[in-house]
Every structure is written in structure tokens, then in C-alpha cells.
């Protein structure tokens, strides 16, 4: 299994080593969660190259008892995306027959919102917060998540069912 933190780790001591495989392991799936976001392939892979740019400079402030190393790196990805998007919201030009974009209020609200998911994910167990972030950020399934995690199914099912009932109360 691949060491997030001892790449983040190595990263902080400057090893352009450590920031190559930590881009080859997981620079794919980075492009999914900000292609989600952004909609547009070519902003997307931006968004992960500045992602990368930030984990580099960045991974000295990785605290390990605040969560884990890989969901560090994808909340990064995942705030520059957002950040993007809510800086570039007011440029686009909508023609008559478009809807309007978000009020202010409602940008505040989701982005209250977005913060408030994080703080939820981090009072998860770190191995239930890691199946949720494989199924809905990986988008595995529940079987290629008990194989990686080398964790029995029907475990891994109750953990997931079981987090997203905390999610939904912490959210609530």
C-alpha cells in the first residue's frame, strides 16, 4: 500500500523524488475530483498542477493528527478546484436564455457548507473516513474497498452505512 505521509514527509525535507511518485500514484484520480468540479479537462489538469505546486510547498504543514495524509492531498485538490470556482463565477457571460448564477448568499451557504463536510469527515475513524473518501471520491466499490483495505465486506458496507448516518446528523 502506497505511504502518503512518508511521501508528504519526504516532500517537507525537499525530495522532488517523493513529489514525482506521490504525482504518479494518485495525479489521475486528482484529475477526476477536479474535473468534477470544474467541468472543463483543461482548467482541471491547472487545477491539479497548482494542487501539486501547494502540496509541495505545503507539505510541511501536514499534521497527521488532524487526518490522514492522502485526504490532505485531496482536500487540497479538492480547495483549489472550489476556490477556483468561486473566484470565476461572476466572469462567465450568460446569455438571456441561461439561468442566472448563485446569489452571494447562496455561494456563502455552500461554501459554509463545504467546510462544515470537512470538519464532519475528520470526527469520522480514520479507517471508516477512508472508505467514504474511496467509495465518493475514488468511487470504488464497496468490494474493491474491502480488498484494499484488506477489510472482510460486509465490514466495510457497515462502515460506510454507518458513516454516512454520521455525516448526515454531523451535517444536519
Known amino acids: 500500500m502506497f505511504d502518503y505521509e512518508a511521501c508528504l514527509l519526504a516532500c517537507a525535507r525537499g525530495d522532488q523524488r517523493a513529489l514525482r511518485q506521490l504525482y504518479e500514484e494518485d495525479s489521475s484520480r486528482l484529475l477526476g475530483v477536479a474535473l468534477r468540479i470544474i467541468r472543463d479537462k483543461a482548467l482541471a489538469e491547472d487545477i491539479v498542477h497548482d494542487a501539486f505546486l501547494k502540496i509541495w510547498r505545503g507539505a510541511g504543514s501536514f499534521d497527521p493528527a488532524r487526518g490522514s495524509a492522502r485526504g490532505w492531498i485531496y482536500s487540497v485538490t479538492r480547495h ?5 470556482v468561486r473566484n470565476h463565477y461572476r466572469e462567465v457571460a ?3 436564455e441561461h439561468e442566472q448564477l448563485a446569489a452571494p448568499a447562496e455561494a456563502f451557504e455552500f461554501s459554509a457548507r463545504t ?19 474511496h467509495a465518493y471520491v475514488d468511487g470504488f466499490s464497496h468490494s474493491e ?3 484494499k483495505l484488506d477489510t472482510p465486506l460486509g465490514t466495510v458496507k457497515a462502515w460506510i452505512k454507518r458513516s454516512l448516518a454520521a455525516l448526515r446528523e454531523c451535517m444536519a
Open 115 to 133: 467546510g462544515q463536510i470537512h470538519t464532519c469527515l475528520e470526527q469520522l475513524d480514520p479507517a471508516r473516513r477512508t472508505c467514504i473518501l
Open 94 to 96: 450568460l446569455g438571456d
Open 145 to 147: 474497498i474491502a480488498q
Open 80 to 84: 483549489q478546484a472550489l476556490n477556483f
